[in-house]
């Protein structure tokens, strides 16, 4: 099992740049997370995914944000433009609800740095 | 809506000495609760999980938590730390599989294991 994956592992953009974070889910799992971490905020969870539909997109803190997971095995997170506020580690976890012994396995974030 | 706190933002412990990080959570229904590690430039692994059963859980790499369900605690423990220890400690709740095991986060605590 190869965990959860996440690319890029690191971004560096310029404001009003888009940019997309990847994550492909362990196989199997039925639920993705969208997680972000700042030190500010700590971790927060911006939106989640129960069989590719999204179930709850209030944490994605404005319309710049946006999530897609076309299957199951791939979402993405998009912000468009970016701003410098948005630096931060996202990341994506993914669990397989029908077990409670399947907590949340979370990827090793991709961190985003927008100057 | 469930929370948590973790009281200490940071707790520096000298090698093979104890360390107990503190968390406190509230909610309105019953919840499972999970301590989570963040190494460096890493994301996030279960250290141990309370589901149900003895309030008195044990982990990976010697670490143990209680449930106390009157002081809605989880504290979480490890009786001789190494210097491999050091890292970001986060106890998380969640209301089970009904929400894919959607993780509500503490502020997390800093480990500091000095020599």
């Known amino acids: 099992d190869a965990g959860v994956i996440q690319s890029p592992r690191h971004e560096v953009t310029e404001m009003g740049q888009e940019v997309t974070l990847r994550c492909k889910p362990i196989?199997?799992?039925?639920?993705l997370f969208w997680y972000r971490q700042t030190m500010m905020r700590g971790l927060e969870l911006l939106i989640y995914?129960?069989?590719?539909?999204?179930?709850?997109d209030s944490g994605m803190p404005e319309d710049r944000f946006s999530a897609k997971m076309p299957n199951a095995s791939f979402s993405t997170l998009k912000i468009q433009p970016s701003e410098p506020r948005d630096s931060a580690v996202y990341f994506c976890?993914?669990?397989?609800?029908?077990?409670?012994?399947?907590?949340?396995?979370f990827g090793n974030g991709t961190r985003l740095t927008v100057t | 809506a469930q929370s948590v706190t973790q009281l200490d933002s940071q707790v520096p412990v000298f090698e093979e000495a104890p360390v107990e990080l503190r968390c406190n959570y509230s909610?309105?229904?019953?919840?499972?609760l999970f301590w989570y590690v963040q190494y460096p430039n890493q994301g996030l692994q279960l250290l141990l999980k309370?589901?149900?059963?003895?309030?008195l859980v044990k982990g990976i790499n010697g670490f143990e938590a209680e449930f106390n369900k009157s002081q809605t605690s989880f504290h979480l423990r490890k009786p001789s730390v190494h210097i491999s220890d050091t890292a970001e400690y986060f106890c998380?709740?969640?209301?089970?599989?009904?929400?894919?095991?959607?993780?509500?986060f503490g502020g997390g605590t800093r480990v500091l294991v000095k020599p």
């Open positions: 976890a993914s669990s397989f609800a029908s077990s409670y012994n399947s907590p949340l396995h």
């Open positions: 196989s199997g799992h039925d639920y």
């Open positions: 995914f129960n069989n590719n539909v999204p179930i709850d």
């Open positions: 909610s309105s229904v019953s919840v499972y």
């Open positions: 309370y589901l149900s059963g003895s309030t």
């Open positions: 998380a709740v969640s209301v089970g599989k009904a929400a894919g095991n959607k993780l509500t």
